[in-house]
């Protein structure tokens, strides 16, 4: 079935430091891409996506591409900040059926000023 | 703006408890999901619906049931509450379609069974 390896955590970054947030998939045919992200007390909410092959996602200064070769969607930011302290989850999900997604296993950030 | 909402952010519920958590959303939604956040684990997926009255099992449905009698609200039981069903649920809804719709969240509702 489909599935989605992130990199463990937490992460801890100085503030405008680079971020990076490593993400592959396993799945069938040609799923679409997601980045969430949880801030502290809050449910997910949709940071970016991908649909097809190439395709880069960006919102809020980060930024993932759909690499189909390597089966990656890392996760990138050139300058964090504080309030960019989440868990961020990356997620796959098939068109079709019942719109099942399904996630990986959390990446928590600390940005530290 | 889609809004989901949890009937509560904290519950703390006796083993052999039946528990009810309720999510209604706002938009229409046709599909609903319920599921289950463990540190280390993720997201998983208990049950989903995808019209009114139907469901589907997700990954791990055991012990829990679903009801959906109106299109805006999906709620999840846990027949008889136990400690290993301490944790965060997250209800969330999304429309249907040819396309893959983002999912929209609820706050969560962190349950603790004694």
């Known amino acids: 079935g489909d599935s989605v390896t992130q990199m463990e955590g937490p992460v801890t970054l100085s503030e405008e430091a680079f971020l990076t947030i490593n993400c592959t998939y396993t799945a069938t045919g040609y799923p679409s891409l997601f980045w969430y992200v949880q801030y502290p007390g809050e449910g997910l909410q949709l940071l970016l996506k991908a649909t097809k092959a190439d395709d880069k996602g960006s919102n809020k200064g980060f930024e993932a591409t759909y690499r189909k070769e390597t089966t990656s969607f890392h996760l990138e930011k050139g300058s964090v900040q504080v309030s960019d302290s989440a868990v961020y989850f990356c997620?796959?999900?098939?068109?079709?059926?019942?719109?099942?997604?399904?996630f990986g296993t959390g990446t928590k950030l600390q940005v530290i000023p | 703006d889609v809004k989901v909402t949890q009937s509560s952010r904290y519950l703390v519920k006796r083993t052999g408890e039946k528990v009810f958590l309720e999510c209604v959303q706002d938009?229409?939604?046709?599909?609903m999901f319920w599921y289950r956040q463990d540190p280390g684990l993720g997201l998983r997926l208990i049950y989903f619906s995808y019209d009114v009255k139907m469901k589907e099992k997700g990954d791990i449905p055991e012990g829990y049931s679903v009801s959906r009698e109106k299109k805006e609200r999906f709620s999840l039981i846990l027949e008889s509450a136990s400690t290993n069903q301490t944790s965060m649920y997250l209800c969330?809804?999304?429309?249907?379609?040819?396309?893959?719709?983002?999912?929209?969240f609820g706050p969560g509702t962190r349950l603790t069974v004694t």
């Open positions: 997620a796959l999900g098939q068109s079709g059926g019942y719109q099942k997604v399904t």
């Open positions: 938009m229409d939604h046709e599909n």
């Open positions: 969330a809804s999304s429309l249907t379609g040819g396309r893959l719709y983002e999912q929209y």
